[in-house]
């Protein structure tokens, strides 16, 4: 109700000024803000998260105790339950090398690695074995020797390695904190100092078990535990800047070291294991191992504990390491580990306690020595095995003692010392800095973990990131980036114009001010590519732009006012060799630019228009970044925004951009490819950016991309959608790589593109018929391909959502597929056909990967044979037909189909096509309720088939549920169904047969007139003929003109000279394209036919430094030399000049102008006013300079209507009126600093729109471009025939390879079918649902089953592959919402960055301006 008010009183106030006051409520047009359902969702993951760590950590430590216990001498189980429990143990320590072994394994096997030298092998592997060394016999030897509580607190002194080097290389950023390994050192030796002291006297003091052997054991356990602290030796290293260049040698052959440390490591515990147990204990008795029947309780608690302890040991590391990735390093992480040790001594005391509790319920002893003696001799068989030896062990410390039980103090002081020396160690995880989803290798040193000791191996393997942050080489800080936001359009809708243009003003918005830090660290771009941007108007023949600019000039005006309520402020109009640019300054300082491509200069369509952005953005961009000094001084006239009117100069944003970028590496640089109708939010793109920036060899990343329309075809294709992006692009990103990145919202590395192979590849002009198919069907999938090859990996991020419009029509979404499916396949059986060079160059890309591949396209070539065997079935049900007849009559419409494609028009095809798809619905229809109708006739749901479709909607159901924001696409699951034929089968045979057509087929709309012969300007056109003389008499529009001027004696303006190039390029256009049509096209606001031949533009008449020259922009003495002994006028402007115009540019100009009028230029003023005025806490003094202001406006004003366009004259008093009155109201209110800006909003408000001349250099670059690879295509009338034939010998040969196929697998079941199921058939057991046997078993074919099953492992394959991609997306999105930007004003007063010259006070650089 609140909004409607608001919106109301808005409106009365428009209404004041102008009859026209109603405006467009973009959706999506408000501010995005944290909801607080995601936020409250956010902390209880991380609570989630934290529980499980310190759940998972305690089950896993206090697991290993009691398996310690179990197989001590000291217990009291008999000799073979302690073997069986040492060799539960064994395996605890075993299991953690064998999945480093396996990952390690596969890695090499599938993916890349290099072979390291012998001595960096031989050192890392004799470090590895000390530690296994170390860790066997402190966990197989010692620990089983020890009570419970030692063997709890003595784990705490592995940190004293880690601690010492700490020490010894000053890691601290703070010279303080070295406290806190100092203190480490000292507590862990007083630790080891009252272990020794606390078991010498339990000698003293006869403590039970407890003889001088027990010196020995401390020795040897405080030794080991020296050699399991060298583990983590590199964590310390690697923090110092001087061994960083060793260690990263080490990443590139990590896994073929881990391959073989790990055997190592197997083979040092196996041996210490046989060595203490067989030759030194000889305790090992070899039949023993055979497990008999009454040893099931055995097995049963020995392996539960080791499952227990290995289960929970490694999913504690993976919970660390997610509660890292979504910033809960403190709460999910660094608390939990280090609760750990406490946790698990409380747990322990208390169950002695409830133990003592109940079994002294009897004997009431009046001490705690008299109740452990009385512990020998209970027996009963109701008291848990466990929980007797915990009590037992606990009761064999000082606390069973009769002389000094008080000693057992120094037991509890022990541990007090460990635990305290090891969190003072890895204190620095406390204030640890992670990104949004950091790489695991980012967050640990080591990729094994010590199963043993679970807690101190999380925290003493997190990378020390103390010095390294300061690296300027180092990954651990966000680096900048900068994305170039390239939309192309093709005959888009006002609608459609209006979402991508209301997107990319939501990131202007989100991203803020460039001039300010952002927490993404990025800057952005925009571009928008249009394609057909010009026709010729009717009668005069001029070239101007079509209605396709027009509506998208009129959309950037509107979203511009809905996000500002204001007109756009700085514009600028650039003639270009290519067309037309238009460039503006968003609200919050950022660049929107609209090229329009004049298709008979350039080359039209998408993939022309990406090269050229490419080229452009990555080629022309990045010569001039790295060599400034080949760019001549910016010379141009530019805009009245350039220089204040206070002798203010600054660098332009589009060149503040270029300069920014010097100091971001190719790597960083992204291109954002959109389509002209996608509409997103800032969310998905930052994290498609989070994607990029953490792994280096992510060359592309897409994501979730959701249809929108209306009607049945946008209901099958929002499931085709979801399916396909739920079940085949994740299990494309899980086990290799995306194949295809959308061209409609995909982001792509600059250095990727630019790799060999890549860009200069996609440049190639198609001439072959395969060629055609696969680089002009679907230009974003073979430019996918090409980084594939490269070894550049896609990514596809779930959570990153953009919507764009569906074709909603059946002969649009045919014609659509239609140059899909053929390009799919091609690009497909490319990569295919490289598979062993792409698996040499791309870590991503395994032979598994590629055998997957394989299985899946060998499907989709099968599903025109496997939808009409489904038909027969259908068929054979509902009408009782055999098999055989069932086959026959179900292959007759797809053959007939094939047949009308081959003899019809395009058009016919698509009619008679979509009148049997809804003849196959009905079909589908009745298929369905054939398979249930098959369940109830067998009497079970247990048959191939029912378990099919039963399967299939649990995996569907349960994939819906576990994507809840798009449950709601299961309903159109139905409407898939029984469209499964039109969609694989007619839709298989419309592409194939109509391969040949290589044109797109949609958005083929003549809006912006149609082609004609170029006499269009042709006013006079006579045939005379005199005896044998033929006269053709002819007058141009060009020669009335001469003549009215020679009659007139005025001569015309002369042209300015263009470049030869340009000659060069025009000749061959306008030789070789044909013209346009004539379209009368009105346009409101054009000027005087004055202004028609001459342009006036304003010249600033100071010398603007070269935007890449930083000395000359900030130099004192360059200042003085170009501002010294100069006079300026009122406003600082020279005289004007003349600059010839092309005649799209005026009602170009026109459209803009109408910001000067009464009713917009009120409204601009008190929005400029505001915004000027904005974080300086003064909003009384800026509501009353508004009204004062708006006032001023009304009574200069007066006579002048709402919608008249005011001339120079009547703009020049009002700015002179406006500055006077806004002096007087600062004067009076005290704050004249603030009338800078006030001028400064004035003379924006009253600024007109601006023509530029390009700059020569980018002017020269353009004109090769297009020499060298857009030059309009023009192919003679014999290549085109070449072509052609080509294409249908190609679209011959593949409708005969899909043929063959398909018929093959119909005839091998039409034969199956006639011989019969009783001679060649499968015996599947039938189950009814109450669980018995039937006496007659399913019959199945063998062909069939084998297909049912392959599908069905295929699709189980892709669910697993969804469920990983799903946790991983959760917590990218959780840690991305945990670092999401507030929209919160700056509270920053000053006006911006000012750097003053002290010896000229009239010049002031400032980036307000901006």
């Not at 497990?291 to 919970?319: I, K, N, R, Y």
């Amino acid at each position: 109700m609140e909004e409607n008010k608001t919106r109301t009183k808005n409106r009365h106030i428009r209404h004041r000024d102008t009859w026209d006051p109603f405006q467009l409520n973009l959706v999506g047009a408000e501010k995005e803000g944290k909801r607080r359902c995601f936020r409250l969702g956010q902390y209880l993951v991380a609570v989630i998260v934290a529980l499980a760590v310190l759940t998972s950590a305690v089950i896993s430590k206090g697991s290993l105790l009691v398996l310690s216990l179990m197989s001590s001498p000291n217990s009291m189980r008999s000799h073979k339950e302690k073997q069986f429990y040492m060799l539960m143990l064994v395996f605890c320590l075993v299991y953690p090398n064998v999945l480093v072994f396996i990952k390690s394994l596969w890695r090499c096997a599938f993916k890349s690695f290099v072979l390291p030298n012998m001595r960096t092998m031989s050192f890392i592997c004799f470090i590895e074995c000390l530690v296994s060394l170390g860790t066997s016999v402190l966990v197989l030897v010692v620990m089983p020797h020890f009570d419970v509580l030692t063997n709890l607190f003595i784990s705490g002194g592995v940190c004293i390695v880690s601690a010492l080097l700490q020490i010894v290389y000053r890691l601290q950023d703070d010279k303080w904190k070295i406290i806190f390994p100092v203190c480490s050192l000292i507590l862990t030796v007083a630790g080891y100092c009252l272990l020794c002291a606390d078991y010498y006297v339990r000698v003293a003091t006869y403590v039970e078990r407890h003889g001088n052997d027990c010196f020995i054991y401390v020795g040897i356990g405080i030794f080991s535990s020296l050699l399991v602290s060298l583990c983590w030796w590199e964590n310390s290293l690697q923090a110092t800047n001087r061994k960083q260049k060793a260690l990263s040698d080490l990443d590139s052959f990590r896994d073929f070291v881990f391959v073989i440390s790990s055997i190592l490591r197997i083979v040092v515990i196996g041996g210490v294991y046989l060595l203490s147990q067989v030759f030194i204990e000889k305790s090992i008795k070899w039949s023993e191992f055979i497990m008999e029947d009454d040893d099931w309780e055995l097995l049963q608690v020995g392996l539960g504990l080791f499952f227990l302890q290995a289960f929970c040991s490694a999913a504690c590391h993976w919970f660390g390491v997610v509660a890292c990735k979504i910033h809960a390093v403190r709460m999910g992480f660094a608390l939990p580990v280090c609760c750990t040790g406490p946790a698990v001594l409380l747990v322990g005391l208390m169950l002695f306690l409830t133990q003592a509790e109940h079994l002294d319920a009897e004997t009431r002893s009046v001490s705690v020595a008299v109740f452990c003696e009385s512990l020998v001799h209970v027996k009963n068989e109701n008291v848990s095995v466990i929980l007797l030896e915990i009590t037992k062990s606990i009761c064999h410390t000082s606390l069973g003692s009769y002389y000094v039980p008080w000693t057992f103090s120094m037991l509890l002081l022990e541990g007090v010392c460990m635990w305290l020396g090891f969190v003072a160690c890895t204190y620095y995880v406390w204030g640890i800095k992670v990104q949004r989803i950091e790489r695991t290798s980012q967050l640990f040193v080591r990729r094994l973990y010590e199963s043993a000791f679970i807690d101190l191996s999380l925290l003493l393997n997190t990378k020390m990131k103390g010095l390294r942050a300061g690296n300027p080489e180092s990954n651990d800080d966000i680096q900048s980036s900068m994305i170039y936001l390239c939309a192309t359009m093709w005959h888009e809708t006002y609608e459609e114009m209006l979402k991508i243009l209301t997107s990319m003003f939501r990131l202007d918005r989100y991203r803020g001010d460039p001039k300010q830090e952002h927490k993404d660290r990025f800057c952005f771009e925009c571009h928008i590519f249009v394609d057909d941007a010009f026709m010729n108007e009717k009668h005069t023949g001029k070239r101007i732009v079509n209605s396709y600019v027009n509506d998208l000039i009129h959309v950037v005006i509107e979203v511009y006012r809905v996000f500002t309520n204001k007109e756009p402020d700085d514009l600028s109009i650039i003639e270009m060799p290519y067309g037309g640019r238009l460039m503006f300054v968003m609200p919050e300082d950022n660049m929107l630019y609209i090229h329009l491509k004049d298709k008979s200069l350039i080359r039209n369509k998408k993939r022309w228009s990406q090269i050229m952005y490419m080229y452009y953005l990555l080629g022309w961009k990045g010569y001039i970044v790295k060599n400034p000094q080949k760019i001549t001084r910016q010379n141009n006239p530019c805009r009245e925004s350039m220089i204040s009117l206070d002798g203010e100069t600054f660098l332009l944003p589009q060149y503040d951009n270029d300069n920014k970028r010097r100091n971001i590496s190719d790597d960083n640089i992204y291109i954002l490819a959109l389509d002209g109708d996608t509409d997103f939010h800032p969310k998905a793109v930052i994290l498609l950016v989070d994607r990029l920036r953490m792994y280096d060899n992510v060359g592309a990343a897409c994501g979730r991309i959701h249809p929108t329309g209306m009607g049945p075809m946008v209901w099958y294709q929002k499931f085709e959608y979801a399916v396909g992006h739920w079940l085949q692009k994740t299990a494309e990103h899980v086990f290799g790589s995306v194949l295809c990145s959308p061209g409609c919202f995909s982001l792509f590395r600059g250095s990727a593109l630019m790799d060999d192979n890549v860009l200069k590849r996609y440049t190639t002009t198609a001439n072959k018929a395969s060629q055609y198919v696969q680089y002009d069907q679907g230009e974003d999938r073979w430019l996918c391909t090409l980084l594939l090859q490269q070894g550049w990996r896609v990514e596809y991020n779930a959570a990153s959502d953009a919507y764009t419009n569906s074709p909603q029509e059946f002969k649009e979404f045919y014609n659509q597929r239609r140059r899909w499916g053929p390009s799919t396949l091609a690009n497909t059986l490319d990569l295919l056909h490289s598979g062993p060079e792409t698996v040499k160059r791309n870590s991503s890309i395994s032979w598994l990967y590629i055998f997957y591949q394989m299985f899946a396209v060998g499907s989709s070539i099968l599903g025109p044979a496997s939808v009409t065997l489904m038909i027969a079935g259908a068929f054979q049900f509902v009408f009782q037909l055999t098999g055989m007849l069932a086959i026959i009559v179900a292959s007759v419409p797809p053959v007939f189909y094939v047949i009308v494609c081959f003899v019809a028009k395009p058009n016919t095809q698509l009619t008679i096509g979509a009148i049997m798809s809804v003849l196959y619905a009905f079909l589908m229809t009745a298929s369905f309720f054939s398979i249930i109708g098959e369940m109830v006739v067998q009497g079970t749901f247990l048959t191939p088939t029912g378990l099919f479709l039963v399967s299939m909607t649990i995996m569907y159901s349960i994939t819906a549920l576990l994507h809840p924001e798009e449950f709601g696409m299961i309903v159109y699951g139905l409407m898939y169904f029984i469209c499964i034929p039109s969609g694989y089968l007619l839709l298989t045979i419309y592409s194939l047969v109509n391969m040949h057509i290589v044109t797109w087929g949609t958005r083929e709309s003549n809006k912006g007139g149609d082609e004609v012969k170029k006499n269009n300007s042709l006013l006079c056109d006579k045939n005379c003929r005199l005896c044998c003389w033929d006269m053709k008499l002819q007058i141009t529009q060009e020669t009335e003109n001469q003549l009215i001027q020679q009659i007139t004696g005025q001569t015309a303006l002369p042209a300015p000279p263009i470049p030869a190039a340009t000659q060069k390029t025009n000749l061959k256009a306008s030789g070789n394209v044909e013209a346009e049509t004539n379209v009368d096209t009105t346009t409101e606001g054009k000027l005087d036919e004055v202004e028609k031949t001459k342009l006036l533009t304003d010249t600033p008449n100071m010398k603007v430094a070269n935007e890449y020259d930083t000395d000359s922009i900030y130099s004192d003495d360059s200042i003085d030399k170009d501002y010294s002994n100069k006079d300026y006028s009122v406003d600082g402007f020279e005289e004007i000049e003349e600059i010839p115009v092309k005649d799209w540019v005026l009602p170009v100009k026109g459209e803009f102008l109408k910001k000067l009028t009464y009713a917009n230029m009120k409204r601009n003023l008190q929005e400029q006013i505001r915004y000027a005025f904005r974080n300086t806490h003064e909003d009384d003094v800026c509501e009353d300079l508004v009204l004062m202001l708006a006032d001023t406006v009304n009574r200069e004003l007066s006579e002048v209507g709402p919608e008249d366009v005011l001339s120079e004259s009547q703009l020049e008093v009002l700015q002179s009126a406006l500055e006077q009155q806004a002096r007087h109201t600062l004067k009076t209110s005290g704050l004249l600093k603030f009338l800078k800006r006030t001028k400064r909003a004035i003379a924006k408000t009253l600024a007109a729109p601006q023509v530029q001349r390009l700059d020569e250099a980018e002017y020269d670059f353009w004109d090769k471009l297009i020499q060298r690879y857009l030059q309009p295509i023009v192919d003679t009338k014999e290549h085109l025939d070449e072509v052609a034939a080509e294409l249908k010998s190609l679209r011959n040969k593949a409708v005969f390879l899909y043929f063959i196929v398909n018929v093959l697998w119909v005839v091998a079941t039409f034969f199956l079918q006639a011989i019969g199921n009783d001679v060649i058939s499968i015996k599947i057991p039938k189950y009814f649902p109450n669980g018995t046997l039937a006496e007659e078993p399913l019959l199945v074919e063998p062909v069939s089953l084998m297909f049912l099953l392959s599908f069905a492992i295929l699709l189980l394959i892709q669910f697993l592959a969804m469920l990983y991609h799903r946790v991983y997306t959760l917590i990218h999105v959780v840690s991305y919402r945990s670092t999401e930007k507030d929209y919160i004003l700056n509270d920053d007063d000053d006006d911006g960055l000012t750097l003053e010259n002290p010896n000229a006070k009239t010049l002031v650089f400032t980036s307000d301006d901006m």
